[in-house]
């Protein structure tokens, strides 16, 4: 790693390190809590980060490979980071046609990630898909549920900011 990264943590807050504490004696070995603190690290964050894990793992005293095979084996773990806004972006022919490349640049461009990628506070994943069945009113996106047409860059940064407001 190089010397300017900084390795991202994760820390259970004062009130959860006290439950913690109040628990331990709960358990004959440190590694029963594991999966109370995969649920507190779910409930508290919306989902179960790799640090998250390694930080668990340091409380059980065990390998952060062991906690992310139960985090696995137990499906009503989330272990990717939910997104806010899924933006599709079509890029079959008859949008490539009317624009969608320049589209898709532009909101690289805003949301400072390429296609394929989510921002890093989880607000935003981008992908470039295939045709989206609404191909006489290309360029066009969907996000989440809902169509945006005939988009230009100024539609688009419109857009952004409303989103960004909620
Ligand atoms: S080509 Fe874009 S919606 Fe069909």
Redesign the pocket.
């Known amino acids: 790693m190089a010397a300017t990264e900084r390795k991202k943590t994760f820390r259970f807050s004062e009130k959860r390190e006290k439950e913690i504490a109040a628990l331990r004696g709960r358990y004959e070995y440190p590694q029963g809590l594991i999966m109370p603190l995969l649920w507190m690290a779910q409930y508290d964050e919306g989902w179960v980060s790799p640090e998250a894990m390694e930080t668990i793992a340091e409380i059980c005293e065990t390998s952060p490979a062991w906690v992310y095979s139960l985090a696995t084996f137990y499906t009503m773990f989330e272990l990717e980071r939910p997104i806010r806004y899924q933006i599709q972006v ?7 046609l009317n624009g ?1 490349e320049s589209i898709l640049a532009h909101l690289e461009k805003k949301l400072g990630i390429r296609a394929g990628e989510a921002t890093e506070d989880g607000r935003f994943r981008l992908s470039a898909v ?6 006489g ?4 996106m969907q996000v989440n549920t809902e169509y945006y047409e005939q988009l230009t860059p100024e539609k688009i940064d419109a857009l952004l900011e409303e989103f960004g407001r909620d």
């Open positions: 079509c890029h079959n022919l008859s949008c490539s969608s295939e045709c989206l069945a609404s191909c009113s290309g360029p066009m």
